[in-house]
């Protein structure tokens, strides 16, 4: 039976069950990595806070390839993700959910990669189809079953962080095919992709961006509206963890190596 992780952000490091499991710390060629492991039905399922369990950790700092890394070592086969978006259309509202399916990288903190260590030679991944299609179908399926309103396609923008963007940057965004902006969903799916782990992932949007909201935005708008739908969204993970299909079928399970 194959391990499904979850790798979860701001309002959600806590969901029901995961947040209760029993933590353990898994050490790696990029660090330490803080993991709980529990199960779901009888399937083992591995959890990660990406932020730390107090949420201490800036986007800018997280250490994305001590988790990935950490979750492959413990036989991750999938991940879920969770993140927090901001709205770049006013058709995508606060309080509704969407299945991403590609991403545009718009960060400068370097190369995102497991290879850099890599002696074998170059590596250069494929990202034809960004998320894994079995995940996200999964995710789909069990969102809307949970009473998420939720939709797809959906193209992620990744930026640094820890600012929000400007108004200016939310035009440019939009005009890019942008559809929502976050701060750490890009890193998981490419370091999930060189590690061979099937990467999904599903975007809570807490807010429209600056330059379409009609207020200023905070970190704390984010959480309370992660935690106004924490409850469906804890059932559309779970949903979908039972949902996947026992064995692989998707293109993400041949591993480009680490």
């Excluded at 993991?35 to 959890?47: A, I, K, M, S």
């Excluded at 979750?71 to 993140?83: M, W």
């Excluded at 260590?117 to 949970?146: I, M, N, R």
């Excluded at 949903?239 to 996947?244: D, T, V």
Aim: glycine residues 10%.
């Amino acid at each position: 039976m194959s391990i499904v992780a979850v790798i979860a952000g701001s309002g959600a490091q806590d969901l029901d069950p995961f947040g209760a499991w029993e933590p353990l710390t898994v050490e790696t060629r990029f660090g330490p990595a803080e993991v709980r492991r529990g199960e779901v039905d009888g399937r083992p399922v591995l959890f990660a806070a990406r932020h730390g369990r107090e949420h201490v950790t800036l986007p800018h700092l997280i250490n994305y390839r001590a988790i990935v890394s950490s979750l492959f070592e413990l036989g991750a086969q999938r991940i879920i993700g969770i993140s927090a978006v901001g709205s770049l259309s006013t058709d995508l509202g606060p309080g509704t959910a969407a299945v991403l399916t590609d991403f545009i990288d718009f960060t400068h903190r370097g190369p995102i990669t497991l290879f850099d260590a890599l002696e074998s030679g170059a590596a250069h991944t494929d990202f034809s189809e960004p998320y894994c299609p079995e995940v996200s179908a999964a995710l789909l399926s069990a969102a809307g079953k949970a009473g998420l309103e939720v939709t797809t396609p959906c193209n992620y923008v990744c930026t640094d962080g820890p600012r929000y963007e400007t108004p200016a940057e939310t035009a440019m965004l939009r005009s890019w095919g942008g559809d929502v902006v976050g701060m750490t969903n890009t890193p998981e799916a490419i370091l999930s992709r060189e590690a061979g782990i099937c990467y999904g992932a599903i975007a809570v949007i807490t807010n429209f961006a600056a330059g379409i909201s009609p207020t200023r935005l905070s970190h704390t708008e984010v959480v309370a509206v992660m935690r106004s739908v924490g409850d469906r969204l804890a059932a559309a993970i779970l949903g979908a963890i039972r949902a996947m299909p026992a064995d692989r079928q998707c293109a993400c399970r041949t591993k480009a190596g680490i």
